[in-house]
């Protein structure tokens, strides 16, 4: 299946960098084709509430910026990972403002082919994860009603990856 990935570190070799590259070969290693997208490296701009998208743009948003290229991956995606650090108890400002911009996308209904959701967080401390669990249970499953492939979390302030937790990923890649 087809899996977009959005990377909301700016951090290249960050931690969840590192988290993304070994579901990345998990996931490819069982065939699927994954598009990791570093929303840092990208000019897009928060939503403006305008509603052109739900008047006359019929599902296209007014703001021509790098979020046209995200718009048309999740034409064809199968599952979307949502992969931050976590800023000020959420995900990063970055990848707010992409999920914001889904409105024009998902919102009232989500794409055809779109059907499930997974999560990769990397925190400073433990169990900082309620802001964007928040967001991830009510938009994504309740709202949108995709199926949870599950959540991954790791802690610490520099990049420290255990090998078990780059393991596990790998395998969670491959097992989809
Ligand atoms: C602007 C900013 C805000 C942060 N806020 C939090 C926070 O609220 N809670 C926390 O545990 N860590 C916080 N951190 C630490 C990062 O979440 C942590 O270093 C994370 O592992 C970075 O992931 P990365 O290596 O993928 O960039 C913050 C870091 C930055 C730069």
Do not use: W
């Not at 065939?31 to 929303?39: L, T």
């Not at 000020?88 to 082919?113: E, M, T, W």
């Not at 059907?115 to 994860?129: H, W």
Request: charged content about 25%; some cysteine; overall charge negative.
């Amino acid at each position: 299946m087809d899996i977009l990935v959005l990377n909301g570190s700016p951090r290249p070799a960050g931690n969840t960098s590192q988290m993304i590259a070994a579901f990345r070969e998990g996931a490819e290693s069982a065939g699927h084709k994954v598009d990791v997208v570093d929303v840092c490296r990208m000019k897009i701009g928060g939503c403006l509430a305008c509603e052109y998208c739900h008047t006359k743009g019929n599902g296209q948003c007014v703001q021509k910026d790098d979020m046209q290229e995200i718009y048309s991956l999740l034409d064809e995606t199968e599952m979307l990972v949502l992969a931050s650090p976590i800023y000020y108890h959420n995900v990063s400002g970055q990848l707010k403002c992409v999920i914001d911009r889904f409105y024009a996308k998902l919102y009232p209904k989500k794409p055809g082919k779109l059907s499930k959701v997974a999560m990769i967080l990397s925190s400073g401390d433990p169990e900082m994860y309620e802001g964007a669990m928040f967001s991830y249970n009510g938009d994504f499953l309740g709202y949108l009603g995709l199926e949870d492939m599950g959540m991954f979390t790791h802690n610490s302030y520099e990049p420290e990856m255990k090998a078990e937790e780059l393991e596990a990923l790998k395998a969670f890649g491959a097992s989809l």
